[in-house]
């Protein structure tokens, strides 16, 4: 027997009525049990949904960082368990969990609707997360159908197709930037401040998740724009924003997205799903690096970490030849060991980073080079 709380135990209250850390806590002070056995009866169905900052992409990586945003709250029939306020940092040193959140209904498939949508609508931006992948899993043939196991979601990862940022998506993330950009200006003293991105010829030039995005679109007031594709035209209305939240009417379709200015480009979250956006005016070379994904673009490649850590290990030395795939380092994180390979065959340029060292996601770690001169 595990003596222990365990993390489901909200479930079980759900289901109860009863609050179990109460009465453990009951117990440690010597005091009996509020209820005997027969006082216990279950009432409807609940589900919880552990929500960690982790990289699916990534088989589930840690993905510690900087949380710029965060907003999950409970409401009539779904709980949230959290330490996260509305910013906070979720630390390498720790279990990356950052909430629970646990659905009630008088049935699992009224439960299990309502925890999907409530994911759908839970903010977390700033670090990666596995709630996309919750979203999905939830509604796969096996969740619904109550036919589970121990197996499932690596196979259900497996077959899972990546998330494709469709048309539609790109053109509203984009008209999103540019409103987020216009409507800060509306205030302005004349018309060029007002309307903020319009150009002679209006396109927005962006990198969507590192995607270049380009639409061309018609500039009305800094409430009102429209999309001009071929023979088509999508006009796109700010109805509402304030300082997170941003509300567009497409066509009678009301979106709602939420959002970070962040290091100068905007993190939208829209649906559950998160998407980095940023101006893109001139292919730099770092930019075409991030486009791209070439390990050696243009004789050289940096190796960035893919979560925050400790350097425990250097396997390589400055001039040293390495093939695809071999281990560079060794970055522990959550208590877990991490290979760093290379992504191709090249030379150690130059070791950013020394044994011992914590490290931030996304910081620099070894530079590779094509060639020695």
Known sequence: MNTRIQVEHPVTEMVTGIDIVREQIHIALGKPLSWGQNDIHLSGHAIEARIYAEDPEKDFLPSPGDVC?????????????????????????????????????????????????????????????????????????????????????????NRREKSVLHEADRQLLAMAYVFCNAAENNDGADIWQQIGLWRLIPTTNLLINGTPVSERYIYHNARHMTIEQARDQTPYHLIYK??????????????????????????????????RVRPFAHPGRETLREINKNPVLEGESMIHAPMHGTVIKINVRPNEKVNKGDTLMILESMKMENKITATAKAFVKTIIVKQGDMVADNSPLIELTDSLS
């Open 69 to 157: 945003l965060h907003l999950g709250t409970g409401e009539k029939g779904l709980r949230v368990d959290t330490g996260l306020a509305d910013k906070g940092t979720i630390s390498s040193r720790f279990d990356p969990m950052v909430s629970k959140v646990i659905a009630y209904a008088s049935n699992r498939e009224t439960a299990r609707k309502k925890l999907q949508q409530y994911l759908k609508n839970y903010v977390l931006l700033g670090v990666k997360t596995n709630i996309p992948f919750l979203i999905d899993l939830i509604a796969s043939d096996e969740f619904v159908s109550g036919k589970t196991h121990t197996g499932l979601v690596g196979d259900f990862q």
């Open 242 to 275: 304030d300082n997170h939240s941003l509300r567009i009417d497409v066509k009678g379709n009301i979106h709602t997205l939420y959002y970070q200015t962040l290091n100068g480009e905007v993190i939208f979250h829209h649906q559950g799903h998160t998407a």
